[in-house]
């Protein structure tokens, strides 16, 4: 019933948190808890050029211990008592060779909730930016929300929630002729690579309809995201939500202002007037 929302934190930032804590099984009071902490682990990780981020560093590590004792706690209270969701399934494991130790049950499971936050955040929000840009996109899928699931595999590649990701290798490799030493710090450009104009045709034009198209955004090989059908469901739902009430939204801010983060990228705000 608003005039003009902001889609990051009045559609798109409540809900994987919402989502991630009902698969968890947090209780439905606690949810707010979950915000407040993976707020802080995210603003942690945003890098400021000239900023003293001791502060913040400090206030994430905070969070994470927080929400890893809380996780551990809620786990302890589902021991022997299943209650069907995932924590209780992790602490319930009958094979003690898959059984996780306390260290591993918490990190695993912040590792959920901050791996599948933000990403999905950015994705909803980059798809909303990106339609609005283009009303004849939006205006087709409007009537043919058919094409969603295709959409928003184009956004994975066209305007990718994780734009980078190091490794170091283990080992002297070549890659192209081209020698990288043992223990290097490797960046790979994921982004880049799902533009580049030798595997995609027209690759800087967004194509819903693109055929064959094998992205670099959920990664690729023994890392490929374990979150992304988990997030293909959520990016699809939310726009296919929001679509209907799209017909004569505009974009109140073009650049919206973003965050300053090299790995990931997504409006820190995405201001519409509907
Ligand atoms: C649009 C949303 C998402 C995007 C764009 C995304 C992207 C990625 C990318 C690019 C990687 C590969 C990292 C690497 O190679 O170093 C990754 C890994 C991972 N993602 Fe996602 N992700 C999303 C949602 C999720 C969700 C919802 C979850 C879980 C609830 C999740 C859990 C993970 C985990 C656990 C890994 C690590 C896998 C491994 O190292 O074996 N992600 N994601």
């Given at each position: 019933?608003?005039?003009?929302?902001?889609?990051?934190?009045?559609?798109?930032?409540?809900?994987?948190?919402?989502?991630?804590?009902?698969?968890?099984?947090?209780?439905?009071?606690?949810?707010?808890?979950?915000?407040?902490?993976?707020?802080?682990?995210?603003?942690?990780a945003?890098?400021?050029?000239?900023?003293d981020?001791?502060e913040?560093?400090?206030?994430?590590?905070?969070?994470?211990?927080?929400?890893?004792?809380?996780l551990?706690?809620l786990?302890?209270?589902?021991r022997?008592?299943?209650?069907?969701?995932?924590?209780?399934?992790?602490?319930?494991?009958?094979?003690?060779?898959?059984?996780?130790?306390?260290?591993?049950?918490?990190?695993?499971?912040?590792?959920?909730?901050?791996?599948?936050?933000?990403?999905?955040?950015?994705?909803?929000?980059?798809?909303?930016?990106?339609?609005?840009?283009r009303?004849?996109?939006?205006?087709?899928?409007?009537?043919?929300?058919?094409?969603?699931?295709?959409?928003?595999?184009?956004?994975?590649?066209y305007?990718?929630?994780?734009?980078?990701?190091?490794?170091i290798?283990?080992?002297?490799?070549?890659?192209?002729?081209?020698?990288?030493?043992?223990?290097t710090?490797?960046?790979?450009?994921?982004?880049?690579?799902?533009?580049?104009?030798?595997?995609?045709?027209?690759?800087?034009?967004?194509?819903?309809?693109?055929?064959?198209?094998?992205h670099?955004?959920?990664?690729?090989?023994?890392?490929?995201?374990?979150?992304?059908?988990?997030?293909?469901?959520?990016a699809?739902?939310?726009?296919?939500?929001?679509?209907?009430?799209?017909?004569t939204?505009?974009?109140?801010?073009?650049p919206?202002?973003?965050?300053?983060?090299?790995m990931?990228?997504?409006?820190?705000?995405?201001?519409?007037?509907?």
């Open positions: 019933d608003r005039e003009q929302i902001d889609v990051v934190d009045d559609f798109a930032y409540p809900l994987p948190i919402t989502v991630i804590c009902r698969l968890m099984g947090v209780p439905r009071e606690d949810e707010a808890l979950f915000q407040g902490w993976t707020d802080v682990i995210v603003a942690s945003d890098i400021g050029p000239e900023e981020t001791t913040r560093d400090k206030a994430g590590l905070q969070a994470r211990q927080e929400m890893g004792r809380y551990v706690d786990a302890e209270q589902r022997g008592r299943p209650t069907g969701d995932m924590l209780s399934d992790f602490i319930n494991e009958p094979d003690p060779a898959l059984r996780l130790t306390v260290e591993e049950l918490a990190e695993t499971t912040i590792l959920l909730f901050i791996a599948g936050h933000e990403t999905t955040v950015n994705l909803i929000t980059n798809g909303v930016l990106t339609l609005l840009r009303p004849e996109e939006l205006d087709r899928l409007r009537r043919e929300p058919g094409l969603l699931p295709r959409a928003v595999e184009e956004l994975l590649r305007e990718p929630p994780v734009h980078m990701r190091e490794r290798p283990l080992a002297d490799i070549d890659v192209a002729g081209t020698t990288i030493p043992e223990g710090s490797v960046i790979l450009a994921l982004a880049s690579g799902s533009r580049d104009p030798k595997r995609f045709h027209e690759p800087d034009r967004f194509d819903p309809t693109r055929p064959d198209n094998e670099f955004g959920f990664g690729s090989g023994i890392h490929l995201c374990y979150g992304a059908p988990l997030a293909r469901i959520e699809e739902t939310a726009l296919g939500a929001l679509l209907p009430h799209l017909g939204a505009r974009l109140v801010q073009d919206p202002p973003y965050r300053q983060n090299a990931l990228r997504g409006p820190r705000h995405l201001p519409i007037h509907l």
